[in-house]
């Protein structure tokens, strides 16, 4: 590869990729209980079915240092199974073994006759091929000639009503084959935001600026919806006050298919949950809840004075919200203060 010729950096080291070593699980994952769809490999998102690619194959690399590990590579998902669609490439750096995915993605298939598409003449897939790609950023004249093997941003462009959900590198000025990747439906897509940068070029080459961060839901956390795919976000000049020209996916399926049963949960603790052994003068010990809030910790509010006392299932703590520190509990102040310090082990689950 070639980085002095293809960047115009005088500060790029030209270097042989190094593979990160892939990472992996010092033993196999155990085999839950059967039971809805948990651990089955795949999610289903409502019209959109979804399954972890982390086989990848190495597209191009960077690196604006003489440490070969502070370098960068991009990569494509490989072993995509048949039905599945690749929804963009991956980024990381090579400081980490190599562990990240993204998402393969499949259209969902209605057993119903009366939902299928034969069926409803406003019916629109899921998915489907973009119309073509928009070089994001390349060589400065693009000449394969001039600079050989570089790297080739490329984002699909949508037909109307869809929306991309990531970008394709190539090393060659072509643009990618159509097949590449999939768009999807807008409606199935939520909003993602862009965060931890992976890549910045400006302080390198200022009159070629480019910078790939990783990407995430807007809408997160328990209540949201929004559901990262795992591709990178890049730009020569996005600036975080513009909306990004990808989306992320929206879970619209409200009965969580595949969050595990109590069966399962049960099976994940006792091949997960520590084992902890206490020395034998030991005198500061868990509790349950229960006995914790029972026995005297106290609901504080910033701006009250005064603590409030916690109902022993708890039902009146706060919902929602952040952690903003705006409440917080903590042990009564009164003589009961020591006995709570101390818990009590025989309540403990």
């Known amino acids: 590869m070639s980085g002095c010729k293809c ?16 990472f992996s699980l010092p033993t196999p994952i155990t085999q839950w209980p059967e039971g809805q769809g948990f651990a089955s ?44 669609f690749s929804l963009g490439h991956y980024c990381q750096s090579n400081d980490k073994p190599l562990k ?3 998402f393969g993605a499949r259209e969902v298939v209605s057993p119903e006759p009366e939902n299928s598409c034969f069926c409803n003449p406003d019916y629109s897939p899921a998915l489907l091929k973009p119309l073509d790609y928009a070089l994001i950023w390349s060589p400065d004249d693009g000449s394969q000639e001039n600079h050989g093997e570089c790297g080739y941003f490329w984002l699909p462009q949508p037909p109307e009503g869809y929306k991309a959900l990531g970008f394709v590198v190539t090393k060659k000025p072509e643009k990618p084959e159509l097949e590449e990747v999939r768009c999807v439906r807008a409606n199935l897509t939520d909003q993602c935001e862009a965060y931890c940068l992976i890549l910045n070029t400006s302080s390198k080459s200022p009159q070629k600026p480019f910078a790939v961060w990783k990407t995430r839901p807007q809408d997160r956390g328990m209540h949201g919806k929004g559901v990262s795919v795992g591709t990178l976000f890049c730009s020569s000049n996005w600036t975080s006050q513009e909306e990004l020209h990808i989306a992320c ?3 619209l399926n409200p009965t969580l298919h595949a969050m595990p049963n109590l ?14 052994f206490f020395h034998p003068r030991e005198v500061f010990l868990p509790s349950s809840v229960s006995w914790f809030f029972e026995n005297g910790a106290l609901l504080h509010r910033s701006g009250a004075s005064v603590g409030e006392t916690i109902d022993a299932a708890g039902s009146n703590l706060p919902c929602g919200g952040t952690n903003d520190g705006e409440y917080w509990i903590d042990l009564p102040s009164d003589d009961r203060r020591e006995r709570v310090k101390h818990g009590n082990l025989e309540s403990a689950k």
């Open 7 to 22: 960047f115009h950096w005088s500060s790029v080291v030209n270097f042989s990729q190094p593979q990160p070593q892939t």
């Open 41 to 84: 490999g795949t999610i289903n998102l409502g019209e959109i079915e979804v399954l972890l690619i982390t086989k990848f194959e190495f597209v191009w690399g960077c690196n604006l240092l003489k440490d070969k590990k502070k370098g960068v590579s991009f990569y494509k998902p490989i072993g995509v199974p048949k039905g599945y």
């Open 100 to 102: 990240g995915f993204v």
């Open 249 to 251: 996916l929206k879970n």
């Open 263 to 276: 069966g399962q949960i049960h099976a994940l603790i006792r091949h997960y949950g520590p084992t902890v």
